[in-house]
């Protein structure tokens, strides 16, 4: 069984910051973990994914995540935040069964000018 | 785009009556997802389905039940709503290519029970 845990449900940061928001997975099987966004009435949309190959793993819009296995982690890293990048950020793993997707419950993240 | 529309949009009914819920992709892709997502839970699946009439539970599954008669409709259905089922409900596709696969989601319909 897989399931993820975000730490913070809020996080809040200033323009221009660094943007760290925290995710740690359990798996029975190798993971493969993703993060997804989503905009006030959208849908989400996936900014990363990590699936066995390099740990450091490039998104969209500057993002990036790095896989630690020794620490079950899989944070989510911007080096300067803009506005746009406010919104929700979802954690998510599966095993090789990409049916059995499980989402973490979410960080809101909010950037001050 | 991965070309999945919901509908509706909003929705408001009464504690007991069905609801039916569409999501209509135009890309023919085979996998199908049902998620609810409520504050503090994230996103729970519901219901997926493998193709045409091939469909399984997912982690909430009780209340609902789904129905896939073509290969771009899959209905969400709520035999007798209850206030515990008014969330956000969305539909996603899986597009796959070779051995990656990324899910695209649906904009959502928000669903409440009074």
């Known amino acids: 069984a897989q399931s993820v845990t975000q730490l913070g449900s809020h996080v809040s940061v200033s323009e221009g910051a660094l943007v760290l928001l925290r995710c740690n997975y359990s798996?029975?099987?190798?993971?493969?973990l993703f993060w997804y966004v989503q905009y006030p009435n959208q849908g989400l949309q996936l900014l990363l994914k990590?699936?066995?190959?390099?740990?450091l793993v490039k998104g969209i819009n500057g993002f990036e995540a790095e896989f630690k296995k020794s620490e079950t982690s899989f944070h989510l890293t911007k080096p300067s935040a803009h506005m746009s990048d406010a919104a929700e950020y979802f954690c998510a793993v599966s095993g090789h069964d990409f049916q059995k997707l499980v989402f973490g419950t979410g960080t809101r993240l909010l950037v001050s000018p | 785009d991965a070309g999945i529309t919901q509908s509706p949009r909003h929705k408001v009914t009464e504690t007991g009556t069905p609801v039916t819920l569409r999501c209509h992709q135009t890309e023919n892709h085979r996998y199908m997802y049902w998620y609810r997502q409520d504050p503090g839970h994230g996103l729970r699946l519901i219901h997926y389905s493998y193709g045409v009439k091939d469909t399984d539970k997912g982690e909430v599954s009780d209340g609902y039940s789904v129905s896939r008669s073509k290969t771009e409709d899959f209905l969400l259905t709520l035999e007798s709503a209850t206030s515990s089922q008014t969330s956000v409900y969305f539909c996603?596709?899986?597009?796959?290519?070779?051995?990656?696969?990324?899910?695209?989601f649906g904009s959502g319909t928000q669903l409440s029970v009074l």
């Open positions: 996603a596709i899986s597009e796959r290519s070779g051995r990656d696969e990324k899910l695209f």
């Open positions: 990590y699936t066995s190959a390099a740990t």
């Open positions: 798996s029975s099987v190798p993971p493969y």
